[in-house]
């Protein structure tokens, strides 16, 4: 994912959408619609794409799934290196519905999950927006303890409940 992310190696999104739809237990069906958490503004003239856009629109390619672009991010620091407070409070109100919400069930996709917050509030929106059932999937999770920034036991008592 760091590669992909931070190196501009656009081919790797491929590998990891095989390797994330082996491992989910949950896959989005034939029709169903695909979304991802939206990058800024900032980080797409950065790097020139949203990496988890690449990787769901992968996703829809094999199982079926219609990608569509459904959220905007409004600005804002990154999340990048911030505690769970900080991720919270930094994102109140920085997604926003785009485009008409379809019926049925939504999928949404982020690369990385660390203390769920992101998919969270991109969820929130989805469901302001009128959507009927968001299903959350993250490609990758943020390890918990030595090392990292979350403590043993934060990630499940930031996300509980809110998360599918």
């Given at each position: 994912m760091i590669r992909l992310k931070y190196s501009g190696e656009r081919h790797l999104s491929a590998v990891?959408?095989?390797m994330a739809?082996?491992?989910?237990?949950?896959?989005?069906?034939?029709?169903?619609t695909v979304t991802c958490v939206p990058s800024s503004r900032r980080t797409l003239r950065k790097r020139g794409y949203n990496q988890v856009n690449l990787i769901a629109r992968r996703v829809c390619g094999l199982t079926g799934g219609r990608f569509t672009?459904?959220?905007?991010?409004?600005?804002?620091?990154?999340?990048?290196?911030?505690?769970?407070?900080?991720r919270r409070l930094n994102l109140s109100g920085v997604f926003r519905?785009?485009?008409k919400i379809p019926p049925?069930?939504?999928?949404l996709l982020d690369d990385v999950r660390a203390t769920g917050e992101t998919i969270a509030h991109a969820r929130l929106a989805?469901?302001?927006?009128g959507a009927s059932e968001?299903?959350?999937?993250?490609?990758?999770?943020?390890?918990?303890?030595?090392?990292?920034m979350l403590r043993p036991g934060e990630e499940e008592r930031e996300t509980a409940g809110r998360e599918e």
């Open positions: 990891l959408a095989e739809v082996a491992e989910w237990e949950r896959l989005p069906a034939k029709g169903e672009e459904l959220l905007a991010r409004n600005p804002g620091p990154s999340q990048v290196g911030l505690t769970a407070t900080e519905v785009s485009s049925g069930r939504i999928w989805l469901l302001g927006g968001v299903v959350c999937l993250a490609v990758n999770f943020r390890e918990t303890g030595a090392g990292s």
